[in-house]
């Protein structure tokens, strides 16, 4: 049985990553490649690239993407398929590193000869892939991470959905807290890599457009574990709330760092913050607080969507299931790979790369019912622009509120 991961960095572990990369080439070398085909395409399969962070620091992302991913294709294989063809998928593990993601995605496209690649996972590793993604004409769709360097400016090839970029969360978490909770004093704690900086940009330049002015903004690094200094200033500010624009485990640490030390303002997390057991980890600590989240329906909801993927999704991985998933990556994961498949089967029964990509700029409004609805277009990249935002009741459970916050200023901007 696998090593349970633990609960707060939510890790995932090393033998359940190579079980998932050995089920994801299950179907490897069912065919040779049609003579005049596209990459990856054969005359019963099409080959997909799945690559993300199976371990290191950024693996929860990287393995709710193959999670997700694994089970749509193998729901659309045991459906029949795509236009007649079987989903093969070959996974590589970026192990957290950009110098990896970018030696992976290489062999995925020069040695797999893979259709398209799914992911990556990480901000950081898609930003270091920006310039090989412009040399490359491999479509690239992504469904986890949010940076906004590879969407601003857009790139031909490369497609996101589920969440909104950063800059973009930035944004409509600033219209959030003037508009909705009314807030006057605000105050910033950001992660101070990729990740952070852009949601802070979002977030600071929107206020300025809102004429707001932030009380107090201060930054640290994922690998901290004391943020003492930094919220001992921030209360010094008298905030009446507190964006914490960080991965899960400094969030959560924050959080309860921040109430120990006697913050009332309102505490609000971005959408890296939205896992479900986001509150068990925080403790009492989380009632009250807020983050935004790019879904539709809680993978613990009880929508009917939301239920059946559970149920699926319990079945199929059943030693995930019992660390408390499927949980925010899993979902985006399965939601992407949803928009992922419609896109391939609008390309026809002869698909080209070119064609796919068409497809996909086809696709307006289309809905899976986890995540939010996906548009995209000949000059549009980022498929979903707007969030809900999650309330954390007293008994630590979780609330989609009914507010719909979106990007007031488009999903390319440079």
């Keep these: 049985m696998a090593k349970k991961i633990d609960r707060t960095s939510k890790l995932f572990d090393r033998r359940q990553a190579l079980g998932l990369l050995a089920a994801s080439t299950s179907l490897l070398g069912s065919g040779a490649a049609l003579a005049n085909a596209a990459p990856g395409v054969a005359a019963k399969s099409i080959r997909i690239g799945v690559l993300g962070s199976l371990t290191g620091p950024l693996a929860v992302f990287g393995s709710g993407n193959l999670a997700g991913a694994t089970l749509a294709f193998e729901q659309a294989n045991a459906a029949g ?38 992911g990556p996972a990480a901000s950081a ?59 006057k004093r605000i105050a910033l704690l950001r992660q101070s890599d990729e990740y952070g900086k852009r949601g802070a940009d979002g977030l600071i330049g929107r206020l300025g457009k809102r004429q707001v002015k932030l009380v107090s903004d201060e930054v ?69 607080t807020r983050n935004i989240v790019t879904l539709d329906a809680l993978p613990e909801g009880s929508e009917p969507t939301a239920v059946r993927f559970r149920q699926a999704f319990e079945q199929r991985f059943p030693d995930l299931a019992r660390q408390g998933r499927p949980d925010l990556g899993d979902i985006l994961g399965y939601g992407g790979a949803l928009v992922f498949l419609e896109g391939l089967k609008r390309a026809g029964p002869q698909p080209t790369q070119e064609g796919f990509i068409q497809a996909l700029e086809s696709l307006k409004g289309f809905e899976t019912g986890l995540t939010l609805p996906t548009t995209f277009g000949p000059d549009i990249r980022e498929g979903n622009q707007s969030a809900k935002v999650v309330e954390i009741q007293s008994d630590l459970s979780r609330k989609l509120e009914p507010v719909v916050i979106k990007a007031r200023d488009g999903g390319n901007a440079p």
Aim: hydrophobic share 40%; glycine share 8%.
């Design 81 to 118: 398929g795509v236009n007649g063809r079987q989903i093969e998928w070959v996974s590589l593990d970026d192990e957290s590193s950009p110098p990896k993601g970018i030696a992976a995605f290489k062999r995925l496209v020069d040695q797999e000869k893979v259709f398209a690649v799914f």
């Design 125 to 183: 590793v898609g930003q270091a892939l920006v310039p090989t993604f412009k040399a490359s004409k491999t479509p690239v769709f992504i469904s986890v991470f949010s940076t906004p360097a590879v969407t601003e400016p857009p790139i031909r090839t490369v497609f996101r959905t589920g969440p909104m970029n950063d800059r973009q969360q930035g944004s409509a978490i600033a219209d959030y807290l003037v508009d909705e909770l009314k807030a």
């Design 220 to 288: 640290f690094n994922l690998s901290d574990s004391d943020f003492t200094a930094q919220i001992a200033r921030t209360i010094q500010a008298m905030p009446d709330v507190l964006v914490v624009y960080g991965y899960p485990n400094p969030s959560a640490i924050i959080t309860r760092q921040a109430r120990q030390l006697g913050l009332k303002a309102v505490i609000m997390g971005s959408n890296s913050a939205g896992s479900r057991k986001y509150p068990e980890i925080v403790g009492e600590a989380a009632s009250g």
